[in-house]
Nanobody, 116 residues
Framework: QVQLVESGGGLVEAGGFLSLSCAAS????????MGWYRQAPGNQRELVAL???????NYADSVKGRFTISRDSAKNTLFLQMNSLKPEDTAVYYC??????????WGQGTQVTVSS
């Protein structure tokens, strides 16, 4: 089992920034990829960014150039730096760890609200 706890969400004005963290505990071996997803009211959960065990990162088109995903493997922590935030970035943000077996784990989510 892997337990994931997100932190760092909050309220920010458009153009501002926030940094999200996701602390992992438990059996974190055999993790193939880690990612951030978000879900706005009435919308499906969508991928924001992911990073593989090899360190390769991918981003949704809507956040490219504004968000940066990173990890601290020694501390089992995943980060998402969000700059130039827009009101449409408002959502609950979830971190996700997926094993090579396909088993996935989710955090409880953290609210990000961007005011116009």
């Amino acid at each position: 089992q892997v337990q994931l706890v997100e932190s760092g969400g909050g309220l920010v004005e458009a153009g501002g920034f926030l940094s999200l963290s996701c602390a992992a505990s438990g059996s974190t071996s055999s993790i193939r990829k880690m990612g951030w997803y978000r879900q706005a009211p009435g919308n499906q959960r969508e991928l924001v960014a992911l990073i593989t065990s090899a360190g390769s990162a991918n981003y949704a088109d809507s956040v490219k150039g504004r968000f940066t995903i990173s990890r601290d493997s020694a501390k089992n922590t995943l980060f998402l730096q969000m700059n130039s935030l827009k009101p449409e970035d408002t959502a609950v943000y979830y971190c996700n760890f997926e094993r090579w077996s396909g088993v996935a784990y989710w955090g409880q989510g953290t609210q990000v609200t961007v005011s116009s």
